[in-house]
């Protein structure tokens, strides 16, 4: 993970991107910019019309910037093994909670019957009568909108600082930030909610980053995430009936626990079939309720190919995270996932990642862990050295939690004893 700096090179002559100042000498021009780590140069030269598209101390990459592209720039380029095509349409059951909010125990036994079967082959399935509001979501994208259409510079007070990771609400463009390879093709903003409320509120949050003119916004994504975290909670008793584990353990197990909110906005691209929105991952958390916009580009892995998730307006996707696998020792897959691109529409997406409190051991239940016949599958852990792994030492893929259960038994000795 080699953070880049952009050099900018204007009439023929390179400037460190930090020193750049394109003022008198060159007020017209077309930039050349270069993506480079330390020494090298990464990057064929990229054509910019306007300064502004580029952050000169950030290196970051704006959704102008990628939208102004006539041809994918090499660090969007991803291995061709993962550039495969999706042909067919998933079809995930479907769940219906309204009888499950009713109480309807034959609903709520069928509910579990349909969720265990595709959680235990490719780990997603769908809810609708979800009890989030449908205007909630309108208002949640209405505002994700009008803040990946501010200027690059004020998306950029919500710059993500080095050392903070996912602690406070932060912007990326490509995560160009973080990355100098297979970069993906999106824009970002990711707030962490923490379970303990002396950490700063969402509205806090963004009203110190972005100005009092987004406190409108932080009230939609905070009553966003307040229905979110009860209906993780609902998903959470559905799950624990399924597994046939006492009904409240994984409930109470989250009650307490916080989430990571990010909001995806996807520019058109001007050659879809050679990068990602998202690449293919799992996500490290635990279970994820996203909602995708009409446009659709969600895919799914399940049973040995590619599969898409048709938009509905009315439903929520729920992926099995990965700590949710360590959760059932290793019974319920974590979803293979990934986001493609295309060249006509920007495409937003809307997540929640359920998360433990960070300080908790991620241990699965007695009842899902059997003497000699069902030993442990993983060790235990803490959400937090979890998460640390992936924002400082990984870059979340397909393989995350199997690298982090082998990163944590070659380093310290400590982490053996948790
Ligand atoms: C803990 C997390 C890391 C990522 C955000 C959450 C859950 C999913 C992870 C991610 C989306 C997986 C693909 C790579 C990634 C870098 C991305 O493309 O955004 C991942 C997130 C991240 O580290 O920011
Ligand atoms: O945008 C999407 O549909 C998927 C996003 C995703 O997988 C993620 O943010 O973890
Ligand atoms: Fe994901």
């Known amino acids: 993970?080699?953070?880049?700096?952009?050099?900018?090179?204007?009439?023929?002559?390179?400037?460190?991107?930090?020193?750049?100042?394109?003022?008198?000498?060159?007020?017209?021009?077309?930039?050349?910019?270069?993506?480079?780590?330390?020494?090298?140069?990464?990057?064929?030269?990229?054509?910019?019309?306007?300064?502004?598209?580029?952050?000169?101390?950030?290196?970051?990459?704006g959704s102008s910037f990628l939208q102004n592209q006539t041809n994918v720039p090499k660090e969007f380029l991803w291995p061709k093994v993962d550039l495969v095509n999706a042909h067919q349409e998933l079809l995930e059951p479907l769940v219906d909670l309204e009888r499950f909010f009713r109480g309807d125990e034959l609903a709520i036994q069928q509910a579990a019957k349909v969720i265990r079967a595709a959680c235990l082959?490719?780990?997603?399935?769908?809810?609708?009568?979800?009890?989030?509001?449908?205007?909630?979501?309108?208002?949640?994208y209405y505002h994700l909108n009008r803040f990946f259409h501010l200027p690059l510079s004020h998306k950029l007070r919500a710059r993500r600082a080095t050392t903070a990771g996912l602690n406070t609400l932060s912007y990326s463009g490509a995560?160009?930030?973080?990355?100098?390879?297979?970069?993906?093709?999106?824009?970002?903003?990711?707030?962490?909610?923490?379970?303990?409320?002396?950490?700063?509120?969402?509205?806090?949050?963004?009203?110190?980053?972005?100005?009092?003119?987004?406190?409108?916004?932080?009230?939609?994504?905070?009553k966003y995430c307040e229905g979110m975290k009860s209906l993780a909670l609902a998903v959470m008793e559905i799950l624990a009936i399924s597994l046939g584990v006492d009904r409240l353990h994984y409930k109470n197990y989250f009650q307490d626990g916080g989430s990571i909110m990010r909001c995806n906005y996807y520019p058109p691209c001007p050659e879809p079939g050679l990068t990602f929105g998202t690449g293919p991952h799992c996500d490290a958390t635990s279970l994820t309720i996203l909602h995708q916009d009409e446009v659709g580009g969600l895919e799914i892995f399940a049973n040995n190919k590619w599969q898409i998730v048709r938009p509905r307006q009315d439903a929520l996707v729920i992926n099995i995270g990965e700590t949710f696998t360590a959760l059932t020792n290793g019974r319920y897959k974590s979803c293979l996932h990934r986001a493609v691109v295309n060249s006509e529409r920007a495409r937003k997406s809307l997540v929640y990642f359920v998360c433990p409190r960070e300080d908790k051991v991620v241990r699965p239940p007695e009842d899902l862990v059997q003497g000699d016949q069902l030993p442990r599958a993983y060790p235990d852990f803490t959400?937090?050295?979890?998460?640390?792994?992936?924002?400082?030492?990984?870059?979340?893929?397909?393989?995350?939690?199997?690298?982090?259960?082998?990163w944590l038994s070659s380093s310290s000795p400590i982490h053996h004893n948790r």
């Open 383 to 406: 959400w937090s050295d979890f998460l640390h792994f992936t924002q400082n030492y990984y870059r979340a893929d397909a393989h995350t939690l199997h690298s982090f259960i082998k």
């Open 1 to 61: 993970m080699i953070p880049n700096n952009l050099i900018i090179a204007c009439n023929g002559s390179l400037l460190p991107i930090c020193n750049a100042t394109l003022s008198p000498s060159c007020p017209t021009s077309t930039y050349t910019v270069f993506l480079m780590d330390s020494t090298h140069l990464l990057s064929s030269p990229l054509e910019i019309q306007d300064q502004t598209l580029v952050d000169h101390h950030s290196s970051s990459i």
């Open 121 to 140: 082959t490719h780990g997603c399935f769908q809810v609708i009568n979800h009890g989030v509001d449908s205007h909630l979501i309108n208002a949640a």
């Open 175 to 222: 995560h160009s930030d973080r990355f100098s390879s297979n970069l993906p093709w999106k824009e970002t903003l990711t707030f962490r909610l923490h379970e303990n409320p002396k950490e700063s509120s969402v509205v806090d949050l963004f009203k110190s980053s972005l100005g009092d003119d987004f406190e409108e916004m932080s009230i939609t994504y905070q």
